[in-house]
């Protein structure tokens, strides 16, 4: 039986969907509080196994975020501290393999050239990646942590979370940024966010309008066409 399709609530969520990307400069507008929350409330209707809902989400804004920021830039600036820093888990490979390591690569270096940076100028690669924690300036930053007793299947059921909020935010003209840059200060970012030793830090998510006038928000990556990683079997 084919059921009736409607094309309207079809593009809008083709289009939420489509038009995310990693926003890393925002403006300093303010996201009203009810819609940040409206966001998380459609986005916790992600599944779960036996519905879990593993997900626990602190949001950060005004001094709270500032307080985050000045903690983070501190360790990021500081060579000493941040030899000291290290993954509470493996969010990349270990040894990095084709076709993988080309398109990390890519996305690198499409960036870097969007801003002028060249591949021997350290100190505004590591001026650039310290971007990451002033959540690129957006006026929101989301800290994710997650329960240790939980295994791999909760870890994929949170990945459809926060699917859920980078689609809801663009559903409301809002723009986001997936951070795993985050986990090597998970012991800062525990402290700062006073974690009982049995959550830890999954990642972080910066929230907010994307400034329309930077230049590194022109950035479009590449993605694979279907026939690229599906097989059909009849």
């Known amino acids: ?19 995310r990307r990693s926003i890393r400069a925002f403006l300093p507008t303010p996201v009203p509080r009810e819609t ?32 985050m920021v000045q ?76 329960d240790r007793v939980l295994q791999q299947g909760s870890w994929l059921d949170y990945g459809m979370f926060l699917q859920n909020i980078m689609v809801a935010a663009r559903a409301r003209g809002l723009d986001t940024c997936p951070q795993a840059a985050f986990t090597p200060f998970h012991r800062v970012i525990a402290d700062e966010l006073a974690l009982p030793p049995n959550e830890m830090v999954v990642c972080g998510m910066s929230l907010g309008w994307a400034d329309p006038d930077a230049i590194e928000n022109t950035l479009v990556t590449e993605r694979e066409p279907v026939a690229g990683f599906a097989r059909f079997l009849d």
Not at 3 to 15: C, E, K, N, Q
Not at 122 to 127: E, G, I, L, V
């Open 1 to 19: 039986m084919n059921l009736p399709v409607d094309p309207i609530a079809t593009a809008a969520v083709d289009a939420a969907i489509t038009s």
């Open 36 to 67: 940040i929350a409206q966001i998380l409330s459609v986005a916790a209707r992600a599944p779960s196994g036996t519905n879990t809902q593993p997900w626990k989400v602190h949001v950060l804004t005004g001094a709270a975020r500032d307080r």
């Open 71 to 146: 903690r983070l830039h501190a360790v990021h600036d500081d060579p000493a501290q941040r030899a000291q820093l290290s993954e509470e888990y493996a969010y990349y490979p270990t040894e990095w393999q084709t076709p993988y390591i080309e398109r990390r690569r890519k996305v690198g270096w499409d960036l870097y050239g969007l801003l002028g940076i060249g591949k021997a100028d350290k100190t505004r690669m590591h001026a650039q990646h310290g971007r990451n924690y002033t959540f690129f300036d957006a006026p929101v930053g989301l800290m994710f942590s997650i």
